[in-house]
T-cell receptor, first 114, second 113 residues
Framework: GENVEQHPSTLSVQEGDSAVIKCTYS??????FPWYKQELGKRPQLIIDIRSNVGEKKDQRIAVTLNKTAKHFSLHITETQPEDSAVYFCAASRFTGGGNKLTFGTGTQLKVEL | GAVVSQHPSRVICKSGTSVKIECRSL??????MFWYRQFPKKSLMLMAT?????????EQGVEKDKFLINHASLTLSTLTVTSAHPEDSSFYIC?????????FGPGTRLTVT
């Protein structure tokens, strides 16, 4: 099955700096890579996703890059703000149009300091 | 975005009793729902895939007789933790798949005393 590794487990940045979180996956058939933000005690919220037919996707301060050859993808947050502090999870799945299951990374605790 | 509700949000039960958790997709139909378990400061661990009108598919190591899943309609899946023990205490989250992405419920905090 799929195995997703995520680094770092914790990340502390100064407000305004950029934050980068990296994930690798093992299943070359995976073609859908979402990123979720989870605040303490809350549900995971999808913040951005990318499919394997593109190499990069951007949405305001958030961007995701995908390297299919190396089987890794990264989340980039620019101009970080205190409200960006949360746990971020990457995930991978085979998007088949049916009930594809997500395999999650281990999470990154991001702390944005003033 | 789509809305998924979960009930109850918190439940405390005694060892040996059973607890039912409901997961509803409020504004869309979901033929497939997923049940996850999350330990403090840990990732989401998929327990099972719930398919409407058929048996759930359990992940390796998850006891199907202990974690009963019923997907009675296109908007409702239930997870019943039977004969609960303290080690079953955890945060249980469901998700429902819409047209492309998965939407998560708010989770249920189960405490078994």
């Amino acid at each position: 099955g799929e195995n997703v590794e995520q680094h770092p487990s914790t990340l502390s940045v100064q407000e305004g700096d950029s934050a980068v979180i990296k994930c690798t996956y093992s299943d070359s058939a995976s073609n859908y890579f979402p990123w979720y933000k989870q605040e303490l005690g809350k549900r995971p919220q999808l913040i951005i996703d990318i499919r394997s037919n593109v190499g990069e996707k951007k949405d305001q301060r958030i961007a995701v890059t995908l390297n299919k050859t190396a089987k890794h993808f990264s989340l980039h947050i620019t101009e970080t703000q205190p409200e960006d502090s949360a746990v971020y999870f990457c995930a991978a799945s085979r998007f088949t149009g049916g009930g594809n299951k997500l395999t999650f990374g281990t999470g990154t605790q991001l702390k944005v300091e003033l | 975005g789509a809305v998924v509700s979960q009930h109850p949000s918190r439940v405390i039960c005694k060892s040996g009793t059973s607890v039912k958790i409901e997961c509803r997709s409020l504004d869309f139909q979901a033929t497939t729902m997923f049940w996850y378990r999350q330990f403090p400061k840990k990732s989401l661990m998929l327990m099972a895939t719930s398919n409407e009108g058929s048996k759930a598919t359990y992940e390796q190591g998850v006891e199907k007789d202990k974690f009963l899943i019923n997907h009675a309609s296109l908007t409702l899946s239930t997870l019943t933790v039977t004969s609960a023990h303290p080690e079953d205490s955890s945060f249980y989250i469901c998700s429902a798949r819409g047209s492309s992405e998965q939407y998560f419920g708010p989770g249920t905090r189960l405490t078994v005393t």
